[in-house]
């Protein structure tokens, strides 16, 4: 199943942008940062991710970004990447970049539509989406609860001691 999670627009200046979209409608907003393509702010309603992005190229974007602004592209979080794509395919899409690694948090697959208007998929979802996938952080008290777990473990699979064949002593009453 794939849902709509992702709009991203080309725009000119990202801070004046971002600035326009928080006040307006009141989206939260991620810190401003540098991707391998675009400078980008993440917005979003909780449900759908609002990229706004200041190309740096044509790599990754097929636009002069001198010139380009408006919806650059759309995205579709997907439960599986790979039969999602053979779909795709099959419709009549065509495959055009992918950005980072599939296993990164921020990966997207972009592909062309018949008519070459991009769009991209993911299955992680997108920053501030209430769908996205979260990697579990592993803290302090998760390694500290997890080395007591293996050091008991490890305890159990050692021979008990051996149990002396000396009978205990006898206590000696005491008459009254």
């Not at 991203?8 to 942008?17: E, M, N, P, Y």
């Not at 706004?52 to 974007?61: C, D, E, R």
């Not at 209430?130 to 050091?151: N, P, Q």
């Amino acid at each position: 199943m794939a849902r709509i999670r992702h709009i991203a627009l080309a725009v000119k200046d990202i801070d004046k942008t971002a600035d326009f979209y928080e006040k307006a409608f009141g989206l939260k907003r991620s810190p401003k940062s540098e991707g391998p393509t675009a400078f980008r702010v993440y917005m979003s309603d909780g449900e759908v991710n609002l990229a706004l992005l200041q190309y740096k190229s044509k790599v990754g974007s097929d636009v002069d970004p001198s010139k380009f602004v408006g919806i650059h592209h759309f995205g579709f979080q997907c439960d599986d990447l790979e039969n999602q794509q053979k779909q795709i395919e099959a419709a009549g899409g065509k495959f055009f970049f992918d950005l980072g690694d599939p296993d990164d948090d921020d990966f997207e697959r972009k592909f062309k539509d018949p008519n070459g208007i991009i769009f991209d998929i993911n299955w992680k979802g997108w920053t501030l989406t209430s769908g996205k996938v979260k990697a579990k952080k592993v803290t302090t008290k998760a390694v500290k609860k997890a080395a007591r777990s293996a050091g008991r473990a490890a305890a159990a699979t050692r021979k008990a001691p051996k149990k002396s064949s000396r009978k205990p002593a006898k206590k000696a009453r005491r008459r009254s």
